[in-house]
Every structure is written in C-alpha cells, then in structure tokens.
C-alpha cells in the first residue's frame, strides 16, 4: 500500500509539472506526541538503611526484569538531598519511567509486569508515597542528551486559576529561566505536567520543573547567581497553589 501511495503522489506532481505549475510545498510533518512518564515520590521511609537496602536488591532488579514487557524507553532514580534553602527534604525519593507517548504508557501500565512492580513498592515505601503519570511539556530531545548528575526540582500544587498559571508560565517565567540559561550553566531543563494520580484519582500535584548541572558543585554555582535568584523571586508571581523546591542526585546504583 505504501509503494502505491508514493506512486500516486510522482504522478501527481508529474501531472502538475507538464501543466506549468509548481507542486504544492510539502508540509511538514506533525510534532511527535510529548513523552509520556510514570514517577513515583517516596516519602521519608521510616528506616531509610531498610529502604535502600531492598530497594537496590530486590525492587531494581524487579523493575529491570519487567522493563521489556513493560516497554519504558528511560528510567531515571534519584535521591533528594535537602530543600532549596538547606532544609532536611520534604520527600526522600523519586522515580520515573519514560514513555514514548501516553498510549504506550496506557499499554505498558496494564500488563502483569508492571502490577507485580507496583505490588511490591508496599514491601519497603514505609513512610508512603505518590504515584502519577504525565506528559513532557517541552522538547522531548534534551531527554537523550545533557548531564543529569545533579538537579534542582520545583514540584507546584494546583494553582487557583490554572489558565493564569500556564499563561505566565509560557509568556514571562519560562523565556526568563532561558534568558538566564547561560549564566546558570544547567545542561537540560525538564518541564512536565501531572495528568493524573496512577489509580486514575485528580494528580495530588500540578506541575514539576526540573534544571540539571553536571556536577554538585556546579549545581551550587549556578543557584548562586543572580539569574537564578531572579527565577526564583518570580514563583511567588504566578505559583498561587505553594510549591516545593528540591536539591537532589542521580543515583544508578546503591
């Protein structure tokens, strides 16, 4: 069928040269669908020894074992290490599993792998957890390249008025964070929407944003400038529901 097709379309333009007129542009093709993700926030555990200890053991390997029957393209475990301000973490964990767009996730969180990984996150989430899925909400691309080592997060509950929020979120806050890129120095951004809680309940948060920086201390250095001060003083102008915001690590192995 698809031999025939092409076939169709030369003897169009074919028809269309020989009567003197120019084929019409070839218009470009749609934008992929967003990634699409699964990511779980772990509480604080009420002994984080016993935590790691099953969790690198026992639940990795669990995950890695169902990850072909599952179909996730990317998973992405990190730990986080204080609040913005120095403060001990309001959550302990998270992790994410990458989809190439919702209707594979659909698939991938319906099969007997993933069940058997979720039924097993009730043997070590001590302290509890939340579970949603959601969608990418920039480019897809920086997710294949760009140093993750180390990142600072900003996870926004719903706002008020959620057609306020993403209009000054698209037209002010974000061409500020890219205006201030080059002098905070991260290596990717991250913009993701919450869609849901996993169970198909309203998503218990709103938004999470994500900057990367290839190391701790280059971490520290870009939150020390004044871009970023000038990013963060500007939350308070559209993030009418609160906020949390998280330094943490990528972890790949225990």
């Known amino acids: 069928m698809r031999r025939l097709h092409l076939l169709s379309a030369a003897i169009l333009t074919l028809a269309a040269c020989k009567g003197g007129e120019k084929p019409a542009p070839t218009p470009p093709p749609p934008p992929p669908p967003p990634m699409a993700f699964v990511t779980v926030i772990y509480n604080i555990p009420k002994d984080a020894k016993a935590f790691e200890k099953y969790y690198w053991e026992t639940h990795i390997p669990l995950v890695n074992s169902k990850a072909a029957e599952i179909g996730f393209t990317a998973a992405e475990l990190t730990k986080f290490d204080a609040t913005l301000d120095g403060k001990a973490p309001t959550y302990y964990r998270q992790a994410v599993l990458w ?16 069940k058997a990984v979720g039924d097993d996150l009730a043997n070590f989430a001590t302290g509890g957890l939340t579970a949603m899925v959601g969608e990418q909400t920039n480019d897809a ?4 390249s760009g140093d993750t080592t180390a990142f600072v997060t900003v996870i926004y509950n719903h706002p008020k008025d959620a057609a306020a929020f993403e209009s000054y979120y698209a037209d002010t806050h974000l061409p500020l964070v890219g205006k201030g890129a080059a002098e905070m120095a991260f290596t990717r951004a991250e913009l993701t929407r919450f869609a849901r809680n996993l169970d198909g309940t309203p998503a218990a948060f709103y938004r999470q944003a994500k900057l990367y920086w290839p190391s701790g201390a280059a971490l520290t250095a ?12 500007d939350l308070g102008n559209f993030a009418d529901g609160g906020l949390v915001a998280l330094v943490g690590h990528l972890t790949s192995a225990p």
């Open 99 to 114: 989809f190439p767009d919702m209707a594979a996730l659909e698939k991938g969180t319906a099969t007997a792998g993933f």
């Open 222 to 233: 870009g939150t020390g400038t004044g871009a970023f001060k000038a990013v963060g003083d």
């Open 141 to 144: 691309s920086p997710l294949l």
